[in-house]
């Protein structure tokens, strides 16, 4: 257990070649990232092209992750335990993020509640199943003051893909995504 700060940062093109966390892998441990921390063209096999993280929460302020890409969660990956695991995004930026076999191109969330606030922008990410810019299953969605912009899905969720939960979107903009079932 341990927490993790990450402030004025850059993370560009690293691998995880049979596995997840391109970026950063954290397990059990809490992540702060801010100030002008980026995830830029990180790749893994697995999950979380960007960053993957387990039974811990994840904090995000004024960050910028982009052209990340793994099976699952291009941007980031998160598995919760139905109390740790939560994502809290702040000013950040998830651009042209992939899920290149699976669902989540900005951001896969399993277990775990995922808070979107003040000027979060998702734009460009991409998934060949569901979840263009956000995939969650068995968590809450709070979403306020975002921008969703042109993220495709192949099967469902252009924009958002969410089951198992409650999804609450305040003074947002969703346009442009595109997904072959809504």
Do not use: P, R
């Amino acid at each position: 257990h341990g927490n993790i700060s990450i402030t004025n940062a850059t993370f560009t093109e690293n691998k995880a070649t049979a596995g997840s966390g391109g970026g950063l892998y954290v397990n059990t441990g809490n992540i702060n990232i801010k100030n002008k921390a980026t995830f830029t063209s990180n790749t893994a096999t697995s999950s979380g092209g960007g960053i993957y993280a387990t039974k811990g929460d994840i904090t995000i302020t004024n960050a910028e992750l982009t052209t990340n890409q793994a099976n699952n969660g291009g941007g980031i990956h998160t598995e919760g335990d139905g109390t740790l695991g939560n994502i809290e995004i702040t000013n950040a930026t998830f651009d042209q993020n992939h899920a290149i076999a699976g669902s989540g191109g900005g951001v896969y969330v399993n277990n775990a509640d995922l808070e979107i606030k003040t000027l979060a922008s998702f734009t460009g990410n991409t998934s060949t199943v569901s979840g263009g810019a956000m995939y969650a299953t068995s968590g809450h969605i709070t979403i306020k003051d975002a921008q969703m912009e042109s993220n495709t899905a192949t099967t469902s969720g252009g924009g958002i893909y969410a089951t198992g939960g409650n999804v609450i979107i305040t003074t947002a903009t969703l346009s442009s995504n595109e997904a072959a079932n809504g």
